[in-house]
């Protein structure tokens, strides 16, 4: 999503979940607030554990279900797929000219910057730094999803043009004007995050037979929103795109 914090921060939020936030979902209980597992501070995050999933391929072994640590880690499971290789392949070209910075989202990172528990990841850009952000203690199975999605944000052109577009407009058109400038933006970058998304999520499923109950356990016990094909209406929906 194009929030702007400020005028002159540009930041793409990935939504993953909707458990215990102010969209009013609990664990498993869609639509639901279950009283025993709603955190008195909004920031705090609270997920269910899953069953374990493991993937071997060329000598290497993943636990799917186990905290990521490092987006690294994340990196080598998505170089397992083609979609993967080639989207790593032109982040890192761009990286070595415009290096993003990865921060991990903590409770205090979550709370400086209003991120609620529902944003899984989180892509920034203020015209100058890029920062993409993710949460170390997340499940490596589903940063590496939420991963492809944030990568194509820092390798889509479109992300600093629009920020340029947004911030030339600012306080010189209408604000129906600037409003619907930044609908529009959202939703063209944020389809082409999913589209990515899309596109790696099944590659990824076919690493292990047990990817796609992982990612079940996760909707049936976390609230994950996860879709595949990612309709235009969950975008719109999702991102408040009207």
Not at 21 to 29: D, E, L, Y
Not at 89 to 110: A, D, T
Not at 210 to 238: M, Q, V, W
Request: glycine residues 8%.
């Amino acid at each position: 999503m194009i929030k702007n914090i400020n005028k002159s921060v540009f930041t793409l939020l990935l939504f993953m979940s909707g458990m215990a936030s102010a969209q009013g979902f609990g664990f498993g209980f869609p639509g639901m607030v279950d009283p025993d597992h709603v955190p008195k501070d909004p920031f705090v995050k609270e997920t269910l554990a899953v069953e374990a999933c493991t993937l071997s391929a060329q000598g290497k072994q993943w636990q799917l279900n186990e905290p990521v640590g490092s987006h690294e880690r994340a990196f080598e499971l998505l170089e397992m797929t083609p979609t993967g290789r080639e989207l790593l392949s032109r982040f890192r070209s761009l990286n070595h000219q415009h290096p993003h910075e990865f921060i991990h989202l903590n409770y205090n990172v979550r709370r400086s910057y209003g991120f609620l528990p529902k944003a899984g990841a989180v892509y920034m850009y203020d015209g100058e730094k890029r920062k993409i952000f993710f949460d170390p203690t997340d499940d490596l199975g589903l940063v590496a999803i939420m991963l492809s999605h944030e990568l194509m944000h820092a390798i889509d052109p479109e992300v600093p043009e629009a920020f340029h577009e947004e911030t030339a407009a600012y306080g010189k058109v209408s604000a129906e004007e600037y409003s619907e400038l930044r609908k529009r933006n959202s939703f063209r970058i944020e389809r082409r995050g999913f589209d990515m998304q899309d596109r790696v999520l099944p590659e990824l499923l076919q690493l292990s037979s047990c990817y796609g109950s992982f990612i079940e356990n996760h909707r049936r016990l976390n609230g994950l929103k996860l879709f595949n094909p990612t309709p235009d209406s969950y975008i719109r929906e999702a991102y408040g795109i009207n």
